[in-house]
């Protein structure tokens, strides 16, 4: 990274500076991106946001992806903590199953702490030599046809770096992309009604619990997962219309999940009880823009397609889908005028294979086929050829931005 001048404005300091490619956002998909560009020799500025509260969701990575993030250096093992089972109760008869993930041939899942995660995809961007901006506020992005330009604020004063090409890391609110007008397009409305719970009391057999539990139920599918420190993740996901007000309040939540067989067992009140007294909702629906690439921008990871958390491949598809951008960069910069459109044509297949996934997932759960929220993702596909799944039914923007939803 070649430093420019530095001229003062309003005595603070404006740093000039030129990169090959800057990669804008803080979570796996800049990770990827940033420390692949890094390594095929480009120079690289990572944009992430200063947050005093944030916001990190996702904290369970089947079995097998472990060992994809150790070869691409985003990982370490510690403090993560093995997933030894999954428990599902989804189904005709809802009966219990377990899967024990101890004898799975990739070894057991993992339950991340998902800040020193995200925190060491960072630190293995700085290893490789990505210069690490930390911008208060807006991060702005210009790309046009002669280059692109990003500019924002940190705490010791203004960032102008001037750039070839910049990649959209930034999840669900795909910043650059929208401020070059691209749309993002809603397959559902999924949300996610999220509590962190702290363990009371003592008892071995919830230390020892190392499960990740799924259960149905008639308006939506329940979640829990132990998380490292002693905390548990509860989440209710149902759709955002169907959400009852009183979800707000994790009393309520607590009160609702009783109505579940699995979880309730697992999040009892005299062993968990809520860290808050307000739930967070969050996004959680099938969402991705109308095109992953513009004019020296591209889109990876959430940016580009979320994933209904059902499918538990929003953190790997992020990693692997920076990487791809990467290469797609690497290839633009030798002149590969079809390197953008290829891109573009990988996530349209990922897409479609993942909608058709998907819908299978949901049509195994027939108990309340007549309810709303059974009814939108097992009812035939509208309009388009079969097997495109829930990509029939995109419509642009239908649910307004859920509330507590930093992303
Ligand atoms: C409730 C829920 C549960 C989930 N559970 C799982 C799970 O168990 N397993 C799994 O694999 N996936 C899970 N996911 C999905 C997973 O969290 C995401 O797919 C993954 O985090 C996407 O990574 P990303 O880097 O694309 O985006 P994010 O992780 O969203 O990172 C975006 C980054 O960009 C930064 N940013 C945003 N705007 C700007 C800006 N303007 N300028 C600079 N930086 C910006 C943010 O601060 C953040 O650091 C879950 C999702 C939800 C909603």
Known sequence: MAPAAAPVTEGRVTRLMRADVVVIGGGPAAAGAASSLAASGLTVA????????????????????????????????????????????????????????????????????????????????????????????????????????????????SVDVHTSFAIDCTGRVSAVARRHGVRRMHADRLVAVVTTLRHIGLSQAYEDDSSLTVEADRDGWWYSCRIPRGQRVLAYFTDRDLMADELRQSSALMQAMKGTTLVTRECDAQHWEPLGAATSIHAANSSRLSAATGLRWLAAGDAAMAFDPLSSIGILAAVSGGQRAADAVVRAFDGDDSAFEEYQHFNDEVWQHYTRELRGQYGYETRWAQQPFWHRRQRPAVGTSAGRGMALGIEADPIAKPTNDRS
């Open 46 to 157: 990572l944009v992430h946001k200063f947050e005093s509260s944030p916001t990190r969701l996702g904290e369970s990575l089947p079995p097998g992806v472990a060992s994809h993030l150790t070869a691409m250096g985003v990982w370490r093992a510690a403090p993560h903590e093995r997933c030894g089972a999954v428990r599902v109760s989804w189904g005709r008869d809802g009966d219990l199953r377990e899967a024990d993930l101890n004898l799975h041939h990739h070894g057991s899942g993992l339950r991340l702490d998902r800040y020193a995660f995200d925190a060491d995809g960072l630190n293995a961007c700085a290893a490789h030599g990505v210069d690490l901006i930390e911008a208060i506020g807006t991060v702005h992005v210009d790309c046009r046809g002669s280059g692109a330009a990003m500019q924002c604020r940190t705490a010791r004063g």
